[in-house]
């Protein structure tokens, strides 16, 4: 009777993938927390490995230095967010539900994430990498973002929902009543998901309502 063999060395090498993606995760968890407590300029590798508990050496095993640290954060979480914002942009049975639905997805995910946020919100994508390509990637799903807004925008245009206008423009403005309030919200300590409904309100009240004339 033979003796079944099993592929061990490739379960050990999927483990060590495991591993090797869970310190990364834990690096970047660190490098979230660092940064929101001291910027971007007050943070270190250092300070990072102290956070994460390990040696400076085995951050730089994952990231070449700080800066590529500070916009991988920024690629993940906010690949994340927008995933989630798309998945909820879909599920409305017309725009202004997928639009209302989105805000909600964004606030929740700010509220889940504040952190984060106040690294966002402080230290906005500038050039402050080396690493052009990895900022690129950051603009890129900044405008993936912007778009799943303004497509939401537009099919309210076409079906008379929302007013004529440029529907970048109204997404640029809601982006940016989003990002406001989050911010407020966070200084004090308010639940971000309570303000969704007032703030897609307040956006499709004004997208609704024809231009005064001067």
Same mark, same amino acid.
């Given at each position: 009777?033979?003796?079944?063999?099993?592929?061990?060395?490739?379960?050990?090498?999927?483990?060590?993938?495991?591993?090797?993606?869970? *310190? %990364?995760?834990?690096?970047?968890?660190?490098?979230? *927390?660092?940064?929101?407590?001291?910027?971007?300029?007050?943070?270190?590798? @250092?300070?990072?490995?102290?956070?994460? #508990? !390990?040696?400076?050496?085995?951050? !730089?095993? !994952?990231? $070449?230095? $700080?800066?590529?640290? !500070?916009?991988?954060? =920024?690629?993940?979480?906010?690949? %994340?967010?927008?995933?989630?914002?798309?998945?909820?942009? #879909?599920?409305?049975?017309?725009?202004? #539900?997928?639009?209302? &639905?989105?805000? %909600?997805?964004?606030?929740?995910?700010? @509220?889940?994430?504040?952190?984060?946020?106040?690294?966002?919100?402080?230290?906005?994508?500038? #050039?402050?990498?080396? @690493?052009?390509?990895?900022? +690129?990637?950051?603009?890129?799903?900044?405008? %993936? +973002?912007?778009?799943?807004?303004?497509?939401?925008?537009?099919?309210?245009? *076409?079906?008379?929902?929302?007013?004529?206008?440029?529907?970048?423009? =109204?997404?640029?403005?809601?982006?940016?009543?989003?990002?406001?309030?989050?911010?407020?919200?966070?200084? &004090?300590?308010?639940?971000?998901?309570?303000?969704?409904?007032?703030?897609?309100?307040?956006?499709?009240?004004?997208?609704?309502?024809?231009?005064?004339?001067?």
């Amino acid at each position: 009777m033979s003796v079944p063999t099993f592929p061990t060395r490739t379960v050990t090498t999927g483990r060590r993938e495991r591993e090797k993606q869970q *310190r %990364r995760q834990a690096i970047l968890d660190a490098a979230e *927390r660092v940064f929101a407590a001291h910027g971007f300029h007050g943070a270190s590798v @250092d300070k990072i490995a102290q956070e994460a #508990e !390990y040696a400076p050496g085995t951050i !730089y095993l !994952y990231f $070449k230095d $700080k800066d590529a640290l !500070y916009s991988a954060l =920024f690629t993940s979480k906010l690949a %994340r967010m927008v995933d989630q914002v798309e998945k909820a942009a #879909e599920s409305g049975a017309d725009p202004l #539900e997928g639009l209302r &639905n989105s805000i %909600r997805a964004q606030f929740e995910f700010n @509220d889940r994430n504040r952190e984060f946020f106040e690294v966002f919100s402080r230290h906005r994508i500038t #050039e402050q990498t080396e @690493d052009a390509q990895e900022w +690129h990637t950051v603009h890129e799903i900044l405008q %993936r +973002h912007r778009s799943v807004l303004t497509r939401l925008i537009e099919r309210g245009q *076409r079906k008379k929902l929302l007013r004529s206008g440029d529907s970048h423009a =109204f997404a640029d403005a809601l982006l940016g009543a989003i990002i406001h309030m989050s911010h407020e919200m966070e200084i &004090n300590g308010t639940h971000l998901g309570k303000e969704a409904d007032f703030v897609f309100e307040l956006f499709v009240r004004g997208a609704q309502r024809a231009p005064s004339l001067p």
